[in-house]
């Protein structure tokens, strides 16, 4: 019986089969659609640093085969055999897409599913519906990845643009569209496949290796038919008009012209004093009639010495740019630099008068500032601001601070988190108080408050001590209390901490950019500046509170420390900021 994913659910490979020569079948279609499916190998940074590892149908194989393009079968419309212990150390993700192939939009497609199949037996799936999306042209159906083992990862997260976009994203390079001479991928002819009983004899392989699943997944459910290749058609080129001349007007075509009468005989010209000059000749000194006189440049052209029209005069500057006059610091050229109006000597990319390096319009100009999906859970858009995707991890739900919401996507609920009578007396003695609010449903939500440096700290059943100002917001699976700072020098006896602890992503605000140091013997804190510490460290209070500080010139201003004292791997955050 295969576990059925839901959308962000993860599990362990070795958790679902003790095999790693697997075989991966992606079903998807629409009435009018077709799809180009595709494996992507990341590096650490999820990038594509090696295009050998971007698998399709113009390349069906990685270098030392360990993912393979098989074709559709047994119900699939497009299927993989992946061999993960002969992944490179290199690649750290294996990243499996649909894209459209045409016009579309992922809305429209009907009931699939990414499966994965060990030794011929099913052994998780993951199904989706086109309810799930909305204008997307490709979706990241799932994952496998890196995380001291291979894991499995059901992603569903719908992205825009088609495949070339999609390949954008990962940090590849469309190649010149080329493709049309390219073999298609040959559909289960990949060295070692084992087909599904029925198909033809299996490879015999020790158990639970390499098998497809036997026959299709579901009774009367067709095979879908496999992504055609794109056809890049040729412009259409256009016939030449004849060349020839329209009939003058009033003349029908293919008649000749009426007679014209004679013209009247001109007078003789005169040549001045003397007599008349012979017909058709011109006066002595003067020009034939349409050409130019004597010592004048042609009809058209510029006179000697002079610049065509429209362009500047020999030894001028061009039009726009200041003369090279005494006194004029722009037409000099600064020492290292470029003359005016360009750049300095050595900068490269630069286009007078054309479009920047980046590109022209406003795509262009907006294009570094677009969402960035990532398939997780919680993604900082940019220092500012966070995204989080309550669609995965089953749709838990995210506590928040009230007001830190600025923009959200989808089917969101944001209610009201009380902290119940007691919590309010504790919160309001101690200073922890957080004034929260749940956000629930399907879609996304963008986070931040007042520009300040937002940091996704994950938890995997570890712990964490922030300051409830610090915090912005957090999964609600996490467990969280007030904690007591014991000290003997300040009047009350303590300071007080939030802790988290759990697995989950806590998600903290610090002003400017902090700094991670170390927990040592001799390690102390502004008890103002510092913003989180790991669970672990022992925190005790090392210098005492003067009432009357300000009384004298000479004190530092320097009032209550923090001493951290814990064993190896404990650490503190500090922020350049006192609160």
């Known amino acids: 019986m295969p576990r059925e994913f839901q959308r962000g659910h993860k599990a362990k490979v070795s958790d679902l089969t003790p095999g790693t020569d697997l075989y991966v079948g992606v079903q998807i279609a629409g009435p009018g659609l077709t799809f180009d499916i595709s494996c992507f190998g990341l590096d650490a940074d999820e990038r594509l640093s090696d295009d050998r590892y971007f698998i399709f149908f113009n390349q069906p194989k990685s270098p030392e085969e360990s993912v393979q393009l098989l074709g559709a079968q047994a119900g699939d419309t497009e299927s993989f055999r992946v061999t993960l212990d002969r992944v490179p150390a290199s690649v750290h993700k294996l990243s499996f897409t649909a894209t459209l192939d045409g016009a579309g939009q992922m809305s429209g497609v009907g009931p699939g599913w990414i499966r ?22 490709a979706v990241m159906l799932g994952d496998f990845y890196r995380k001291d083992v291979w894991r499995f990862a059901a992603v569903g997260q719908g992205f825009d643009g088609g495949l070339d976009a999609l390949l954008k994203n990962f940090g590849g390079e469309v190649a010149e569209e080329q493709a049309q001479d390219a073999p298609p991928a040959a559909a289960g002819q990949a060295p070692g496949f084992a087909p599904p009983p029925g198909a033809g004899p299996a490879v015999a392989a020790p158990a639970p290796g390499f098998g497809a699943p036997p026959g299709p997944a579901a009774p009367g459910t067709p095979a879908a038919p496999q992504a055609p290749l794109p056809v890049y058609a040729t412009p259409t080129l256009i016939t030449p008009m004849p060349d020839t001349a329209p009939p003058p007007y009033g003349q029908v075509p293919g008649q000749a012209p009426p007679a014209q009468p004679p013209a009247p005989a001109a007078p003789p010209a005169s040549s001045g004093f003397g007599g008349p000059t012979a017909p058709g000749q011109p006066a002595p000194g003067q020009a034939q009639y349409g050409q130019p006189a004597s010592g004048q440049a042609p009809y058209g052209q510029p006179a000697p010495g002079q610049a065509p029209y429209g362009q500047p005069a020999p030894g001028q500057p061009p039009f726009g740019q200041p ?63 966070m995204r989080v995707d309550l669609t995965m991890d089953g749709g838990a739900p995210v506590l928040a601070r009230q007001g830190s919401m600025v923009m959200y996507q989808g089917k969101v609920d944001f209610g009201y988190k009380g902290a119940g009578f007691a919590g309010r007396v504790v919160g309001n003695a101690t200073g922890q108080e957080m004034q929260l609010m749940r956000c629930t449903g399907r879609g996304q939500v963008f986070l931040a408050e007042n520009n300040a440096h937002l940091h996704p700290v994950e938890l995997q059943g570890d712990g964490i001590c922030v300051s409830a100002e610090n915090v912005l917001a957090f999964d609600e699976s996490l467990q969280y209390e007030v904690r007591r700072i014991e000290g003997h020098g300040i009047p009350g006896g303590a300071l007080f901490t939030m802790l988290f602890q759990g697995t989950g992503t806590v998600v903290v605000k610090t002003h400017g950019t902090p700094v991670v140091l170390p927990v040592t013997p001799t390690t102390f804190a502004d008890c103002n500046a510092v913003v989180a510490w790991s669970a672990a460290s022992q925190v005790i209070l090392s210098s005492q509170v003067r009432l009357r500080r300000n009384a004298y010139p000479g004190h530092s201003g320097e009032t209550v420390n923090l001493q951290f004292r814990g064993a190896p791997g404990n650490f503190i955050v500090v922020q350049p900021y006192e609160v």
């Open 116 to 137: 994965v199949v060990a030794g011929g037996e099913e052994v998780v799936r993951y199904s989706f519906t086109g309810a799930e999306f909305s204008t997307e042209r």
């Open 323 to 385: 003369p090279a006059a005494m006194g004029n610091p722009f037409s000099q050229q600064a020492p290292g630099g470029g003359a005016f109006g360009g750049p300095p000597a050595g900068v490269q990319g630069f286009v007078p008068g054309g479009a920047p390096p980046g590109g022209a319009g406003l795509h262009a100009a907006l294009n570094p500032y677009k969402e960035t999906p990532t398939g997780r859970r919680w993604t900082a858009q940019n220092g500012h601001l």
